[in-house]
């Protein structure tokens, strides 16, 4: 196993970072990128995939900017198998990204999710906005 700082980011926050990368979901994004490892699941995939595929993101970004986005993000992530289901996320549709962080030893989930920053600390995990990451990141930069 890497001794890299593995990440997970949900899909909101990757989109954020597609559409605006100089927002600071897309900082968090691309700092994250250069330091560690991020982590994907075949349910965070497939869920993104779909989310990317909406005609509402046609205004921002085309179709194949998405894909070549996708397509990037792919090759530079890691594949888990989930190990553990999770039940805990008061939007069971978060649950996989709980699976995830856990199933890829992950040291932090990034997310603007509400329904997922309550459970912060999740099991060791540190569950942060993209803002709160930022502000830890160059701490752990030399780690």
């Not at 995830?100 to 509400?114: E, K, V, W, Y």
Request: net charge negative.
């Amino acid at each position: 196993m890497s001794s890299q700082a593995r990440y997970v980011f949900d899909n909101s926050a990757i989109v954020n970072a597609l559409l605006f990368e100089q927002s600071v979901a897309g900082q968090a994004f691309y700092a994250a990128l250069s330091q560690g490892e991020l982590l994907v699941s075949q349910a965070t995939i497939a869920e993104l995939a779909d989310v990317l595929g909406r005609p509402k993101f046609d205004r921002y970004v085309t179709q194949e900017e998405r894909e070549q986005f996708l397509v990037m993000f792919l090759r530079e992530a890691t594949v888990v198998e989930i190990t553990e289901e999770i039940g805990v996320c008061r939007d069971p549709k978060d649950n996989k990204f709980l699976e995830l962080a856990i199933s890829g030893g992950a040291s932090c989930l990034i997310t603007g999710d509400q329904d997922l920053l309550v459970l912060h600390p999740f099991r060791e995990i540190l569950v942060l906005t993209p803002t709160h990451f930022l502000e830890a990141w160059p701490h752990d930069k030399g780690n």
